[in-house]
């Protein structure tokens, strides 16, 4: 990736670090930082007085590791690859949690668990093969859990929230610590098609 393919402008890091994002990527160069890990690349510009600000630091790392193709695009440092899809739908947020909830709007998102428990640390286990464990949960809000299909080797983390605009609801589906780029297109993909399943089920509702 080149520097104009930043997410923040030449002009904004050059005013707010006094380098443009060329000379930061061969000051980092010449450090070597291509061979060191997200954190050493941070703590490298700090010890050596190079960036007093600690966003910028991590601003600097992130887009250098883009820029040297140690990072795609979606992925962060701390969640791995991420991704988030929403929809708004002609619900109240009691009503929209209650799509999300109950058994058959549930069954198109996590699947089927006749038994499942909505409170913190809660496990789960689908008819499907989906496992996981319910991590944080505010009734009317959101419900944070892991989520591991059978086909992952290790649980992401997906987190479904409401936020309430006018008549409308916006269903989010936020998801991390995915494995690739790859992956990451798939479950956008994946949530896309979920969101849409949900409306169709509030369409035949109504």
Known sequence: MSATQSRISDAAVQKATGKNWAEWFALLDGEGAEALPHKQIARLLHDKGYLASGWWRQTVTVEYERAR??????????????????????LTPAQAWNLLTEPEGRALWLGTVPDLRWEKRAAYATAEGTRGEI????PGK??????QPPHFTAPSTLQVSLTSSGAKTALRFHQEKLDSAATREQMRAHWREVLEQLAKLVQRVD
């Open 135 to 138: 991590r944080s949960f505010t």
């Open 142 to 147: 959101l419900v944070r859990l892991t989520w």
């Open 69 to 90: 193709g140690l990072r795609s695009v979606g992925e962060t440092a701390s969640a791995g690859f991420e991704i988030g899809v929403q929809k708004s739908l002609p």
